[in-house]
């Protein structure tokens, strides 16, 4: 497979390179039929518009309701998009992956599963039912870097390892958005007229709230993380920070509760200040917000007795930790 050729934020004019992007998704496509799978993050909502602005209705844009998203976040999501004229459907899918993440605890196997239930499974059976050839996808080189290199199997890299989507899956993937960064998603993202909440908005993992959970993953394991998330998120929304997130750990730990021992969970928290994802510093918090947030936590999400705070740098730590 070729080196990808990174263009820099510095280097590009974004009406030009979506002008270059739509013509593109445009050709390849032709006058069949192409779908994309939405998540609500900058890189899935800048595809969507690209591929909305190239195609129009020739576009099925789903939203797979994995039951691994954040509270509210389908339904929030479909309505928003649709007040900007694109068309979602949302796809319950919820069984199947949690089927497939029955009893698995390895990192990887977690993130294969997610990733065959994904493309084989749920757009497989869309793809064959739409008649589509493409799937248009919002994969950053940050994606395929840290594939490639084995640091963590991001579950929209195929090509790049030698795995043709044509012949496991049944279609062709297009991925307009792979020579950029983060940094450069969101500058296109403003271009097309994505809302503030989009453009701006902090990364989220492919495999959701599954990646915020260590072990087997269980749909009483994503309903903490979720409450968990939410609290964090709403405490941390003004720090300015890159990311942030609620993690549950594996193990349980000692607490005490009415001078009596609870033997509870834990919860870890992150928190990020990055440009593109490719090194991070945790934010220096201020105590009294990490306070608040744990305090929080221990009394707002049932059996947690411990919330902790990752001070580890990127590298060698990793924006997420599954």
Known sequence: MAKIEEIKIEEFNTQEFIAEKIK????????????????????????????HKALGERLKTYFIDNGLM???EPEKIVLLFKDLGVTVE?????????????GITDPEEKREAIT????????????????????????ILTDVDETVAGIKRQHNVFEQLGIDPQ?????????????????????????????????KRMPFPGPALSARVIAEV?????????????????????????????ILHQDRVTGMRNGKRDYGLQIEIRCWDSID???????????????RLANRIVTEVPGVVSVTYNITSKPPSTMEAV
């Open 24 to 51: 593109e998704i445009s050709s390849l496509v032709g006058e069949g039929l192409a779908i994309n799978a939405l998540s609500g993050g900058v890189d899935s909502s800048c595809v969507t518009m690209l591929g």
């Open 70 to 72: 954040r509270d509210g």
């Open 90 to 102: 949302l796809v319950d899918a919820q069984k199947q992956f949690f089927a497939a993440l029955k």
């Open 116 to 139: 065959q239930t994904f493309y084989k499974d749920v757009f497989g059976n869309l793809v064959r039912k739409s008649r589509a050839e493409y799937l248009l996808q919002g994969t």
């Open 167 to 199: 012949e496991v899956f049944g279609y062709k993937i297009i991925e307009p958005l792979v020579q950029l960064r983060k940094d450069g998603v969101r500058k296109v993202a403003e271009a097309l007229g994505l809302p503030e909440s989009v453009y």
């Open 218 to 246: 269980t749909p009483e394991k994503i309903k903490i993380v979720r409450l968990a998330t939410s609290i964090t998120e709403e405490e941390l929304a003004s720090t300015g920070a890159f990311q942030y997130m609620a």
């Open 277 to 291: 994802a490719r090194c991070a510093k945790p934010s220096r918090l201020p105590y009294d917000t990490l306070d």
